[in-house]
């Protein structure tokens, strides 16, 4: 049986959108019965004022009282909480690298190999944490997951305020071994933060969304866009007000900062989705599948390791039956191949940037600038949306990707590049990734780094459009009973192309090496973009649109159709 994605409607892209009846609109109060969210202001006796008083009495009333709905609204709510778990989430991915490089200095092993394991842990365990998340409902799903993942990132940032503090100290103890034993140690919290934040996400961004929702696809576009907003803004400050406290404070005073923020904020986050969960009963019906008795079979899983083991293959096998039974797996597919790519605002390419002679300061204002050009994606995914539909709406997104990222490609020939294709390294060993020190390249012209970061911010519109899409199709396409172990799926298939990703700098760690990346990671976008195309295909029954067939003509229309592109 196969679970087809939405269809792209050519002639009426916004396709019959009624509105769920027993999901109040997000504009609502989200507080009972509307005479209720009528009585929190008490208004005041104006007989005896001035007609111009009485107005300036109701208009305040009127402000005070749309301000106070607002707070009590679904959207509040939930805007609230993702702002809150975004800046959390983007103060620790900024700092975490800087204090990985502070405890082991002048390399990036231990940078590369945190990213590397968490990036694998998703794509091993991703299908066990949205199965999880399936069969979990959904309030306690929340409570786990959020209380694990701010607990895992408050106890490993602790963790490296510590090491950092007594360094000296724990390099004497059994001969360094100790270092290394917390070294480890931060690599395993991390990871369990990591698999903690997946369920949260599935659970909240794919499913309590959709369920909010409803029926109301414009509002589930409008939630979606919105929430990568913030996402997105809060790219652009979190960095800033966590680098101005490592600059002129100290780094241990930054990692106090992110553990109380987690510990603080695990609490309003907790409180704020509760009082979602209770105003929207349709939150805590979660369709069930049928259980078998468990106890023994439990039993023996805790004691044979190895049944774990099985039980694992097995539901990664299931997983990966369930995301190929929908057509919308071309289109997922796809984004996930867009993970394997060096051209990212991440360590990697501000490395680049040093290599290139860019200064600190000004790959800041470029990150900023590539999240600005995020906000402009979200903005241009609402207007494609509603004028050529959603499924189109992906096929120009992925083409303004792909266009933008060409200036990219033109950076690794212009003048001032590093990059040299006969390069071979025989000077230092592969195993070292700082081999490639930034005062073997002399800076000529600053003509490659400015196309390579024009490109890269530019391409962000395209990017985040394209994510929308995506997204918001398997939100509305995927069952309710196949949401999380979809989405765990989907995540552990981005997480391998991530790796991918990280492989092969690690096998080409050299700035002069750099252009084969570049090449490589458009490679794979335009290999995702080719698998979105068969998605479209499928869902639409043609890629190209059907006001081509004029330009064409009546024997290309016609050879076209046979073939089946028109």
Not at 9 to 18: G, H, I, L
Not at 32 to 49: L, M, V
Not at 139 to 157: D, E, G, H, W
Not at 296 to 322: C, D, F, M, S, Y
Request: with cysteine.
């Amino acid at each position: 049986m196969s679970y087809n994605g939405l269809k792209d409607a050519e002639t009426d892209p916004e396709e019959s959108e009624s509105l769920n009846k027993s999901v109040p609109d997000l504009q609502e109060a989200g507080d009972g019965p509307a005479e209720e969210g009528q009585k929190f202001i008490d208004a005041p006796d104006t007989d005896s004022k001035s007609p111009q008083a009485n107005s300036d009495v109701s208009s305040e009333e009127t402000r005070l009282q749309s301000a106070w709905t607002w707070m009590k609204s679904y959207a509040f709510f939930v805007y609230s909480s993702q702002a809150l778990s975004a800046w959390g989430d983007r103060m620790w991915s900024f700092a975490v690298g800087l204090y990985l490089i502070q405890i082991e200095e002048n390399s990036l092993r231990l940078t590369a190999a945190y990213g590397l394991s968490l990036t694998g842990s998703v794509f091993f365990f991703g299908a066990v944490v949205g199965k999880w998340v399936d069969r979990t409902p959904r309030l306690r799903a929340v409570q786990v997951s959020l209380c694990l993942q701010n607990s895992f990132v408050l106890l490993n940032a602790l963790t490296m305020c510590a090491l950092l503090v007594k360094k000296d100290a724990i390099l004497e103890i059994w001969g360094g071994a100790l270092y290394l034993v917390i070294q480890v140690l931060i690599i395993i919290l991390g990871i369990c933060a990591k698999l903690a934040s997946v369920a949260q996400k599935i659970s909240v961004q794919k499913d309590w969304i959709v369920v909010i929702a409803g029926e109301n696809r414009s509002n589930l576009a409008d939630m979606n866009a919105s929430i990568r907003r913030i996402d997105l803004t809060v790219n652009i400050l979190a960095p800033i007000v966590v680098g101005q406290i490592m600059t002129f404070v100290s780094m241990i005073a930054a990692g106090i900062f992110i553990a109380s923020w987690n510990l603080i904020s695990m609490f309003v986050e907790y409180c704020l989705l509760y009082n979602i969960y209770n105003k929207i009963p349709a939150l805590s019906e979660k369709a069930k599948k049928p259980t078998a008795p468990k106890q023994a079979e439990n039993q023996l899983k805790r004691l044979n390791p190895l049944r774990a083991v099985v039980r694992w293959l097995q539901t990664t096998r299931k997983g990966l039956q369930i995301y190929r039974s929908y057509d919308l797996c071309w289109a997922g597919l796809g984004l996930a191949i867009l993970y394997m790519t060096v051209m990212g605002f991440d360590s990697i390419t501000t490395g680049y940037g040093y290599v290139l002679g860019v200064p600190e300061y000004l790959i800041g204002v470029f990150r900023a600038l590539g999240s600005l050009a995020g906000i402009v994606g979200t903005v241009l995914f609402t207007f494609m949306r509603k004028r050529v539909g959603i499924v189109r709406s992906g096929l120009y997104s992925i083409t303004i990707q792909i266009t933008f990222l060409m200036l990219c490609l033109g950076s690794i020939i212009a003048p001032g590049s590093p990059f040299d294709p006969h390069f071979v390294d025989s000077r230092r060993e592969v195993a070292n990734l700082t081999g490639c020190l930034v005062a073997d390249v002399e800076v000529v012209s600053y003509w490659s780094p400015g196309l390579f970061f024009s490109g890269l911010i530019l391409s962000r519109i395209g990017l985040w459009s394209f994510d929308l899409v995506t997204s918001q199709q398997i939100q509305e396409a995927v069952i309710e009973e196949h949401r999380g172990i979809f989405n765990g799926i989907q995540s552990a298939l981005q997480s391998y192309f991530d790796m991918i990703h990280f492989i092969l700098v690690i096998g080409l760690p050299c700035p002069e090496s750099f252009g084969y990346l570049v090449i490589a990671s458009l490679l794979a976008v335009c290999t995702g973009a080719c698998m979105y195309c068969v998605y479209s295909y499928k869902a639409r029954g043609h890629i190209l649109p059907h006001r081509w067939k004029a330009c064409l003509g009546a024997d290309s229309s016609q050879r076209l159709r046979e073939r089946g592109i028109v």
